[in-house]
Nanobody, 119 residues
């Protein structure tokens, strides 16, 4: 599976962005999908996860209520809608595929897309 993340950019604090992660090579519905991020000088951290069907989601406390993860299995694409963005959301965002949304082992990673939030 190849994962291609896109949709990053520069946005003002309080604004919104929607990230996309398109999968190719194998049907993405075989995998639970997650988003991670790595801010400047920080370690990579978990952001959100969604199970194979899209019926269950899970969020880091730092983004809960502001970010929404979703998927369209017909399009082999996972989305991360980011609202009420804050400067601390500035990071490179990565998507990743795992056999289970509760797994700590990820089979595939995307290349990352930069999100910059200006205050």
């Amino acid at each position: 599976v190849q994962l291609q993340a896109s949709g990053g950019g520069l946005v003002q604090a309080g604004g919104s962005l929607r990230l996309s992660c398109a999968a190719s090579g194998r049907t993405s519905s075989n995998y639970a999908m997650s988003w991670f991020r790595q801010g400047p000088g920080k370690e990579r951290e978990f952001v959100a996860a969604i199970n194979r069907s899209g019926g269950t989601t899970y969020y880091a406390d730092s983004v809960k209520g502001r970010f929404t993860i979703s998927r369209d299995n017909a399009k082999n694409t996972v989305y991360l809608q980011m609202d009420s963005l804050k400067s601390e959301d500035t990071a490179v965002y990565y998507c990743a595929a795992a056999l289970s949304m509760w797994s700590s082992e990820y089979e595939y990673w995307g290349q990352g897309t930069q999100v910059t939030v200006s205050s």
